[in-house]
C-alpha cells in the first residue's frame, strides 16, 4: 500500500471510528466456529412418526381438524387416539425423550404454550455467570444452555441429530407454538445438525422465534414466524440449510436472518462452487426489512418475496463478534421486491415501544424497529463484497431500488489497516427489472441506485433509472466485466455524514435522531440541507465580500459571481429534493466551478497565489460535476468532492484575509496590462492609489496625488 494510500486509509480509521460509536448490537451469540461442511441438506422423510404430542381435549381437538379433507382428518384422528395413550403433552418432553439419530416428532393440531418452561429460572439456574448483551439477556456457553435450556427457550433442543419434527394439520397455523413473550427463543435448535422443521407457527418472543445456531445441515419447511422484538427465523453459523415455502411477519428486526452462513466462498470471484444456504419460496412483509444477515455469506435467494418492510432485503458487515465477516457472495434472483415504505419508527417516537412486549400491539401491526433503517428501499448492501443481484423485480421503493454503502473494518473490532477499506467491492447489479412489476405495470421506484462511491468492480445495468450519483459504472456483457472503473477508499463526504447522523438510533433509548429523514426529519432538519445551507451562505458571504472589495469593477467576475449564486442556490434547492434532484447537484456544481474559476483568472493578476489557487478550486469542482453527472473519474483513491471541500475551507480563509485588506476596489488590472497604470514597483497594486483614496472635499493633496496625471477612462469592456 502506497503512502498516500495508507494516509487515506488512516483518516478513514478516524472516520470510522465515530461511525460505530453509536452502533449497536443486532445480533449476540457465545463464540462459534463455522461447520466443517462435511453435511448434507436433509432430506424429508414420510412415514409413521416415532412420537406425538397433543393436548388431551377431544371435543377441542375434532374442532379444529372438522374442515381438513377427509383423509387428512381421519390420519389425524387417529394419530390423536394413539397419542392420547402413549404421546406427550408437550412439545419439550417430546425432544427429551429422542434417544437415537433419525427420529420423528409429529405435532397434532393446538396451542402450544410449554406450560413446564415458562417459570423463571430457581436455583443454580438463576445464579448462571455470564456477560450480557446489550439487550440485558445473558450470553449463555452450550454447556449452561444444556444444564439451564428454558432460562431462554421456550423448546430447547440440543444435540439431536437428524431429528424431524412436523405439524400435522392442514396448514401451518394449526399447530402454533406461543412463548407469550416470556422467552428469548420459541424454539431453539442447537448442534442438532440435520434437522428438519415442517408445517407449524412458532410466535411472540423477545427475540427469535425459530432459532438454529451451529449446524451442518437444516431445512425450514412450509414454517410461520411471527410477532417477535427481534427475528422470525435467525440461522447462525450453519452450512447446508434450505429455507423454502416459509413466511414470516411482525418482527423488529427481519423475518429471514441467515447470520453467518458458512464462509465457504471466501476467495472465489462470481462463480462459486456451491452455496451454503438457500432461500426460496419465503414470503417475509410487514417487518423492519424482510431479509437480513450481518455476514450472511454464500447464501442463494431466490423466487421469493419481500414486500411492505421498511426495507425488502439487507447484508451488511456492521456488527462484531460474527463469523465470517465481511459479508461475501450473496446472490439474489427472480425476488419480488416492492413497496417496502412502511414507517414504524413512529411506534418508538410515541412510546409504544417502551411498554412490555406483550402490551405493544404486535398483534395489531405495530412493529418496534431495533436498528437504523432507511424506509422505503429495495436491497440494502452495507459493507459487502461479490454478490451478485439479477433478475429481479424490484418496484415501488419510495426510496431507493438499491443502496450500496462501505463499512471500514474498525466497526467490527478489527484496527488492521489493511482492512478498513475491504468492503463494498465487485457488487454486480445486472439484468435486474427496476420500477415495474411482473405484469409490466409501471411502479417506479423513487431512484434506482443509492451509492456512497466507496469500492471497487461495482457496477450495474445500463438501464438503471435516477440514481444518485447520476453516473455508474456499467457491468459488461460478461460476468464481471465492468465499463469503466471507480475505486473510491471512501464515499461521498455529504453522504457519510447522512450515515454517520442516521446511525444514532437506540429503541432503548428511544433515541431517533435529528437531522436525519429515515425517522421524519424534512426540510431544512435534514442533515444534508443544513450541509448545503451552511456552505451556501459562508461561500456567498465571503464570495460576495471578495467581489464588493476587489473585483467589482471586471465584467468577468460580476458575471461568473452571479453564476455562482445561482448555483450555490441550486445546491440548496437540489438538496431539499433529495433522491429526486437529479442533474441538478452537477448543475449547482458546474455554475459554482465556473464561478471559482472565472474569479480566479481575474485574481491571478494582482494576487497570483490565491487567483490560482481559486482556479484549482473551480477546475476541481467542475471535475466533480463531471464525476457526479458524467462518469465516475477512474483510478483515484478519493472523489474531487474530498479534496474540493478540504482546498474550499482554505480558500475561504485566504479569502476573507484578501478581502480585509486596505486596498483599491474594484480595479483588479495588474500593472502593465494594457488597461490599467502604471503603479510603483515598491508598491502592492492593491494599495495602489485609486478614486476611493481621493481627499476628503477641502483636504489639501499630497505631493504625490498632485503630481499624479489623471488616469485615462477605461475602454469599453474588461481587460480580461
Not at 131 to 136: A, H, N, W
Not at 309 to 316: E, T
Not at 695 to 707: F, V, W
Amino acid at each position: 500500500m502506497s503512502w498516500t494510500r495508507r494516509l487515506l486509509v488512516i483518516l478513514a480509521v478516524l472516520a470510522a471510528a465515530l461511525l460505530a460509536a453509536p452502533a449497536a448490537q443486532a445480533h449476540e451469540e457465545r463464540p462459534v466456529t463455522l461447520p466443517d461442511g462435511t453435511g448434507s441438506v436433509p432430506v424429508y422423510r414420510t412415514g409413521e412418526p416415532d412420537l406425538l404430542v397433543c393436548k388431551t381435549d377431544r371435543a377441542d381437538f375434532e374442532r379444529r381438524v372438522s374442515g381438513f379433507p377427509d383423509a387428512l382428518r381421519e390420519r389425524n384422528l387417529k394419530l390423536f387416539e394413539r397419542c392420547r395413550k402413549s404421546g406427550y403433552r408437550h412439545l419439550q418432553q417430546a425432544v427429551d425423550a429422542v434417544d437415537r439419530p433419525g427420529m420423528n416428532i409429529a405435532v397434532l393440531p393446538g396451542l402450544y404454550e410449554e406450560e413446564p418452561s415458562l417459570p423463571k429460572p430457581t436455583g443454580e439456574c438463576a445464579r448462571l455467570k455470564a456477560r450480557k448483551s446489550q439487550l440485558g439477556y445473558q450470553i449463555l456457553s452450550y454447556a449452561q444452555q444444556a444444564r439451564c435450556p428454558h432460562n431462554q427457550n421456550l423448546v430447547a433442543i440440543l444435540g439431536k441429530k437428524g431429528l424431524q419434527i412436523e405439524g400435522t394439520g392442514a396448514e401451518r397455523t394449526d399447530v402454533v407454538i406461543d412463548a407469550k413473550y416470556q422467552k428469548l427463543n420459541a424454539i431453539r435448535a442447537d448442534g442438532s445438525d440435520g434437522i428438519y422443521f415442517r408445517n407449524f407457527t412458532a410466535q411472540r418472543t423477545t427475540f427469535n422465534s425459530l432459532y438454529v445456531l451451529a449446524q451442518d445441515g437444516f431445512v425450514i419447511d412450509s414454517v410461520l414466524t411471527r410477532w417477535n422484538d427481534e427475528y422470525g427465523f435467525l440461522t447462525f453459523a450453519s452450512d447446508h440449510g434450505l429455507y423454502k415455502n416459509c413466511e414470516s411477519y411482525g418482527n423488529g428486526d427481519s423475518g429471514i436472518y441467515p447470520g453467518s452462513a458458512s464462509n465457504i466462498n471466501d476467495g472465489y470471484g462470481y462463480d462459486v462452487p456451491r452455496y451454503s444456504i438457500e432461500i426460496t419460496g419465503c414470503r417475509s412483509h410487514h417487518n423492519m426489512v424482510g431479509y437480513s444477515g450481518t455476514a450472511g455469506d454464500s447464501v442463494y435467494v431466490h423466487d421469493n418475496e419481500f414486500d411492505h418492510n421498511m426495507g425488502g432485503a439487507s447484508m451488511d458487515s456492521a456488527f462484531p463478534g460474527h463469523p465470517g465477516l465481511p459479508q461475501n457472495h450473496a446472490r439474489f434472483e427472480r425476488n419480488l421486491i416492492h413497496d417496502n415504505n412502511a414507517d414504524y419508527y413512529r411506534y418508538v417516537a410515541d412510546g409504544t415501544c417502551a411498554e412490555p412486549p406483550v402490551d405493544r400491539g404486535y398483534e395489531e401491526g405495530v412493529v418496534c424497529p431495533q436498528i437504523s433503517m432507511p424506509p422505503g428501499s429495495g436491497i440494502i448492501t452495507a459493507g459487502g463484497n461479490w454478490n451478485r443481484y439479477e433478475n429481479n423485480w424490484i418496484y415501488g421503493q419510495q426510496r431507493a431500488a438499491f443502496v450500496l454503502t462501505a463499512v471500514p473494518a474498525y466497526i467490527r473490532g478489527e484496527e488492521a489497516l489493511s482492512k478498513q477499506a475491504d468492503t463494498s467491492h465487485h457488487n454486480r447489479y445486472a439484468g435486474n427489472h427496476l420500477g415495474v412489476d411482473k405484469a409490466g405495470n409501471s411502479r417506479h421506484n423513487r431512484t434506482d441506485v443509492w451509492w456512497d462511491g466507496q469500492g471497487e468492480g461495482n457496477c450495474w445495468q445500463s438501464d438503471a433509472g435516477p440514481s444518485s450519483p447520476r453516473a455508474l459504472p456499467a457491468c459488461g456483457s460478461e460476468r464481471g466485466a465492468v465499463s469503466g472503473h471507480a475505486d473510491r477508499l471512501f464515499g461521498e463526504p455529504v453522504k457519510l455524514a447522512q450515515l454517520l447522523v442516521c446511525a444514532d438510533y437506540n429503541v432503548q433509548a428511544r433515541r431517533l435522531p435529528a437531522g436525519c429523514d429515515w425517522y421524519g426529519a424534512r426540510g431544512i432538519e435534514r442533515i444534508e440541507v443544513q450541509i448545503a445551507l451552511t456552505v451556501a451562505v459562508v461561500l456567498a458571504l465571503v464570495g460576495g465580500v471578495l467581489w464588493w472589495r476587489r473585483l467589482r469593477g471586471s465584467r468577468l467576475a460580476t458575471v461568473v459571481t452571479g453564476l455562482g449564486a445561482i448555483g450555490l442556490g441550486l445546491d440548496v434547492a437540489g438538496s431539499t429534493m433529495g433522491l429526486s434532484a437529479s442533474y441538478v447537484p452537477a448543475l449547482a456544481l458546474l455554475l459554482t466551478g465556473v464561478w471559482w474559476t472565472g474569479i480566479g483568472l481575474v485574481l491571478r493578476r494582482e494576487r497570483p497565489w490565491l487567483g490560482w489557487t481559486t482556479v484549482v478550486l473551480g477546475a476541481l469542482t467542475l471535475l466533480d460535476a463531471v464525476d457526479k453527472a458524467v462518469f465516475m473519474i477512474p483510478w483515484i483513491p478519493l472523489s474531487p468532492a474530498w479534496v474540493r471541500g478540504l482546498l474550499g475551507v482554505v480558500w475561504v480563509l485566504w479569502a476573507v484575509v484578501a478581502a480585509a485588506r486596505h486596498g483599491e476596489q474594484g480595479t483588479p488590472d495588474a500593472p502593465g496590462s494594457p488597461d490599467a497604470p502604471d503603479a510603483p514597483s515598491s508598491t502592492d497594486a492593491s494599495d495602489a492609489p485609486g478614486p476611493s483614496d481621493a481627499p476628503a472635499e477641502g483636504a489639501a493633496p499630497s505631493s504625490a496625488q498632485a503630481s499624479a496625471p489623471a488616469p485615462a477612462p477605461a475602454p469599453e469592456g474588461d481587460a480580461s
